[in-house]
Nanobody, 119 residues
Framework: QVQLVESGGGLVQPGGSLRLSCTASGETSSMYFMSWYRQIPEKERELVAAISMFTDSTNYADSAKDRFTIFRDKTNTMYLQMASVKPEDAAEYYC?????????????WGQGTQVTVSS
């Protein structure tokens, strides 16, 4: 299995920047995609950005395009660089990984990291 640990959340001013990190451990070679989701109370969790572990191709929600950047390094850590942050970006951010171990698909989630946007 894969374990995910997020870090980097906190307080950011509107218009500011913040970088979230997600470190994967375990059977990391089995991961196909890593993603960032976010959720606010009483709303469904929504995809923010995703990255392919094979091609590094990326995909963004419309709300994140041109402001957020998802990328990863060679140490199984994925990042979300947030810029021009807006009040509506405040949420709990979750790291997600999906892949296969043998023929079994899995979805792994981190514990979440809170992003608060306030001046």
């Amino acid at each position: 299995q894969v374990q995910l640990v997020e870090s980097g959340g906190g307080l950011v001013q509107p218009g500011g920047s913040l970088r979230l990190s997600c470190t994967a451990s375990g059977e990391t070679s089995s991961m196909y995609f890593m993603s960032w989701y976010r959720q606010i109370p009483e709303k469904e969790r929504e995809l923010v950005a995703a990255i392919s572990m094979f091609t590094d191709s990326t995909n963004y929600a419309d709300s994140a395009k041109d402001r957020f950047t998802i990328f990863r390094d060679k140490t199984n850590t994925m990042y979300l660089q947030m810029a021009s942050v807006k009040p509506e970006d405040a949420a709990e951010y979750y790291c997600h990984a999906s892949g296969y171990i043998g023929s079994e698909r899995y979805d792994a989630w981190g514990q979440g990291t809170q992003v608060t946007v306030s001046s």
